[in-house]
């Protein structure tokens, strides 16, 4: 039922290993609506290549010298606010940034996307063109059951808090996606 739903919706679905990602497949999920959480292990970065993902955020400067290596020019990546860098390796994309949000708390959301702007901006002047953020906290079911009100004033506090960051450090706004971590 819930892979139906996130098939259907197009929801992007982060995972983390090897068995999140065969659950994920195995309940119909396309590769394309996979975003992969790098690990530390290469062997797990190559094995979700070669089940076609080609979206992955990368934690550290080594996560982006491995997608250099096995991935160089099919992988788009965001940045997790610890992986900051000046200048992206040869061959990886680098489109957008990420970071989990551990509340459902609209606050919690709202100042998580001021703060990915921020670091978006500061990318900006370094010359790294940012065009994506994605936040994403609970897990499918949770998101399916969620307060609909609840979803909704989420994503208001994160567009309120785009909109005025977008002001502030005068960039263009982002495309912004909110949604489950895990299956």
Partial sequence: LVSAWVRTHGVTVHVGDAAELGMVRAGGVPADQVLWRCGQSAVAISGALACGVTRFVASTRRHLTILSDLAAGVASVHLDPDCLLATSPSGVDVVGMHATVASADPDAWAATAHRLLGH????????????????????????????????????????????????????????????????
């Fill in 120 to 183: 978006i901006a500061g990318l900006r002047r370094d010359g790294v063109e940012v065009t994506r953020m994605s936040l994403a906290g609970g897990s499918a079911e949770t998101w399916l059951r969620a307060d609909k009100h609840q979803l909704m004033a989420m994503a208001s506090a994160v567009d309120e808090s785009i909109d005025d960051g977008c002001a502030r450090w005068r960039v263009p706004r982002p495309a912004v996606m909110l949604g489950p971590i895990g299956w």
